[in-house]
């Protein structure tokens, strides 16, 4: 019995990221429809490994045997789990403690460390509260007010808090990599990471000056790997072109998506109401 519950959990999963994709989205239903279809089938499939846990493998449900081999598989997938939040973890704080080994200056209006590289560079690093790392190049190489477009745009992560989120994201990423559209929507949350920033950035700078900037930015590659949200994330000229078409064309919206409806949530709670049918 538990070994269906996992068959159906995984059925789900795989059905819920082959929905169609719609090409006429708003903001607000890139944002919802991008989210649920890539946290959900990771989140159902945790849940109903810690319901076969709980559940243990002796004994009945709903009149059929139980078995040790679901209950293994959950476990072992749980056990994944754990390991893969904890190499996150690390990597993450190893990259944190990289950064704030660098001199703690003053960039622009806030502190920030600074990189000893030559190539552009700007990034929120960290969890809750990252830091700021801007490299040496960029401060060379980018006037003041382009400078002040990309912090801007840098404390915009720090508003939306992305480090924190996305290194949850990543987390449920790299567990379910195999599942169909894993990498897709990946990179779909990014842009709208990115948007989401931009827009909100345009707010306090001039939008011709953060496009310049990124334009200028997106070409050097990413120093940091893990708890990073970078000014010129990479993701190729789709990305980019999005971003400056957006920025040109003065589209402010995606800022307006704060609040998020996470009543998709109580699907991953479904399985959980199997334990008080085990005995």
């Known amino acids: 019995m538990h070994f269906l519950l996992l068959i159906a959990a995984l059925t789900i999963a795989i059905a ?16 919802q429809r991008a989210i649920w279809r890539f946290a959900l089938p990771p989140l159902l499939l945790i849940a109903t490994c810690v ?50 080994s660098y001199p703690l200056c003053r960039v622009g209006q806030q502190s920030g460390r600074i990189v000893p590289i030559d190539l552009p560079f700007a990034a929120q690093v960290g ?29 915009a992560h720090l508003y939306y808090r992305d480090t924190f989120w996305f290194f949850g994201l990543g987390c449920l990423r790299q567990l379910t990599s195999w599942l169909p559209e894993s990498d897709r929507l990946w990179q779909e949350l990014i842009t709208l990471r990115e948007l989401r920033a ?8 001039d939008r011709l000056m953060l496009a310049e900037a990124l334009f200028q930015v997106a070409s050097a590659p ?37 609040r998020m409806n996470w009543s998709w949530l109580w699907v991953t709670v479904l399985p959980l109401l199997a334990i008080p049918f085990h005995s």
């Open 16 to 31: 819920i990221r082959l929905l169609p994709t719609s090409s006429s989205q708003g903001w607000s239903d890139r944002w």
């Open 198 to 205: 931009d827009a909100r950035a345009v707010a306090e700078c």
């Open 127 to 155: 969890f809750w509260q990252p830091e700021l790392a801007v490299s040496r190049g960029l401060m060379e190489e980018l006037s003041p007010e382009h400078l002040d477009a990309v912090l801007v745009h840098e404390r």
């Open 222 to 258: 990413l120093q940091f790997e893990g708890v990073v949200a970078a000014f010129g994330t990479a993701g190729g000229t789709e990305r980019l072109q999005e971003r400056i078409e957006a920025l040109l064309a003065g589209d402010s919206t995606a800022a307006l998506v704060v």
């Open 51 to 100: 319901a076969i846990v709980v559940m243990g493998p002796r004994g009945r449900m709903s009149g059929h045997w139980l078995g040790w081999l679901s209950h293994d598989l959950s476990l072992l997938l749980l056990l994944a789990i754990a390991a893969i939040v904890a190499g996150q973890v690390w990597r993450g704080w190893r990259t944190l403690r990289q950064v704030q």
